[in-house]
């Protein structure tokens, strides 16, 4: 039993050598292809030790952030720094706060990069990389801020000159229209003017051609009344005697007295205008 006890524990010493031997080695090689610049292969090597050889070394991690972060994987890098955030050792906390700090500068988190910077800091006063990049993101944010604010009364003046461009263009839409409107009212005024001045030339002819046709139809009227009257005269004269003095209700016998005095009457009127001097008369001498 001693000797197999014995023989088990050299097995483990040797196996233990061995492991420490291909930690090693697997460390030398991650440094050399980091150096070379072969990220991919040195993140390799460094994922084995931690997956693989189960290597507790915040080094090695942190080593295996940095390959990561290189070879382009920002995403799975900032995850192992974000490991890293409470790393025993004060330098490796430190640089995996700046670490953070440098990712969240380069996606412009200017807020977020300052807050890792001051706690690389924290961790680490000495740490003149992390203080001389918290600076220069303080004046990154400075003008960002600067930039936006630049932005923001560009955008503001482009508003209000866009304001005023449309204001402009409605004043003059609306004083367009309105010059349009006066213009059809005008026209429509002109067209009422000759409209009623038609109306007004067409009752002028209409009146005077009632005026023209008035005097026709009144002479008209007068050569009807007088032809009915010489009509009537004619016929009457052309109608018996009996007939007339019927219609005029005398008899014959008076008729012939009427017309007997009427002849006296006439001998006398012409007897005086005979007798009648054609000069003054003479009072100083006689009558004959």
């Given at each position: 039993?001693?000797?197999?006890?014995?023989?088990?524990?050299?097995?483990?010493?040797i196996?233990?050598?061995?492991?420490?031997?291909t930690?090693?080695?697997?460390?030398?090689?991650?440094?050399?292809?980091?150096?070379?610049g072969?990220?991919?292969?040195?993140?390799?090597?460094?994922?084995?030790?931690?997956?693989?050889?189960?290597?507790?070394?915040?080094?090695v991690?942190?080593?295996?952030?940095?390959?990561?972060?290189?070879?382009g994987?920002t995403a799975?890098?900032?995850?192992?720094?974000?490991?890293?955030?409470?790393?025993?050792?004060?330098?490796?906390?430190?640089?995996a706060?700046?670490?953070?700090?440098?990712?969240?500068?380069?996606?412009?988190?200017y807020d977020?990069?300052?807050?890792?910077?001051?706690?690389?800091?924290?961790?680490?006063?000495?740490?003149?990389?992390?203080r001389?990049?918290?600076?220069?993101?303080?004046?990154?944010?400075?003008?960002q801020?600067?930039?936006?604010?630049?932005?923001?009364?560009?955008?503001?003046?482009?508003?209000?000159?866009?304001?005023?461009?449309?204001?402009?263009?409605?004043?003059q839409?609306?004083?367009?229209?309105?010059?349009?409107q006066?213009?059809?009212?005008?026209?429509?005024?002109?067209?009422?003017?000759?409209?009623?001045q038609?109306?007004?030339?067409?009752q002028?002819g209409?009146?005077?051609?009632?005026?023209?046709?008035?005097?026709?139809?009144?002479?008209?009227?007068?050569?009807?009344?007088?032809?009915?009257g010489?009509?009537?005269?004619?016929e009457?004269?052309?109608?018996?005697l009996?007939e007339?003095?019927e219609?005029?209700?005398?008899?014959e016998?008076?008729?012939?007295?009427?017309?007997e005095?009427?002849?006296n009457?006439?001998?006398q009127?012409?007897?005086?205008?005979?007798?009648?001097?054609?000069?003054?008369?003479?009072?100083s001498?006689?009558d004959?």
């Amino acid at each position: 039993m001693k000797l197999l006890g014995w023989a088990l524990g050299l097995l483990l010493v040797i196996g233990g050598i061995d492991d420490i031997a291909t930690i090693n080695r697997l460390k030398k090689q991650a440094e050399e292809a980091y150096q070379q610049g072969d990220y991919t292969q040195a993140v390799q090597y460094y994922q084995l030790l931690v997956d693989s050889m189960q290597v507790q070394d915040e080094r090695v991690r942190l080593n295996l952030a940095h390959a990561q972060l290189h070879a382009g994987d920002t995403a799975t890098a900032q995850r192992q720094y974000g490991q890293l955030m409470n790393a025993e050792g004060a330098a490796i906390k430190s640089v995996a706060y700046q670490q953070l700090g440098n990712i969240t500068t380069q996606q412009q988190q200017y807020d977020n990069a300052l807050a890792m910077y001051k706690e690389s800091l924290k961790a680490n006063p000495t740490n003149e990389d992390a203080r001389y990049n918290y600076e220069l993101v303080k004046k990154l944010k400075k003008e960002q801020e600067q930039q936006q604010q630049q932005s923001d009364d560009n955008q503001e003046q482009s508003d209000e000159e866009k304001d005023q461009q449309e204001q402009q263009n409605q004043e003059q839409n609306e004083e367009q229209s309105e010059q349009q409107q006066d213009q059809e009212g005008e026209s429509t005024d002109e067209q009422n003017q000759e409209q009623q001045q038609s109306e007004s030339d067409q009752q002028e002819g209409d009146q005077q051609q009632s005026n023209e046709s008035e005097p026709q139809e009144q002479n008209t009227q007068q050569g009807e009344e007088q032809s009915e009257g010489e009509k009537s005269e004619e016929e009457m004269s052309n109608s018996p005697l009996s007939e007339r003095l019927e219609e005029m209700n005398i008899s014959e016998e008076k008729a012939r007295m009427i017309l007997e005095a009427m002849r006296n009457n006439e001998m006398q009127y012409i007897q005086q205008n005979r007798r009648k001097p054609t000069k003054p008369k003479d009072r100083s001498k006689p009558d004959w």
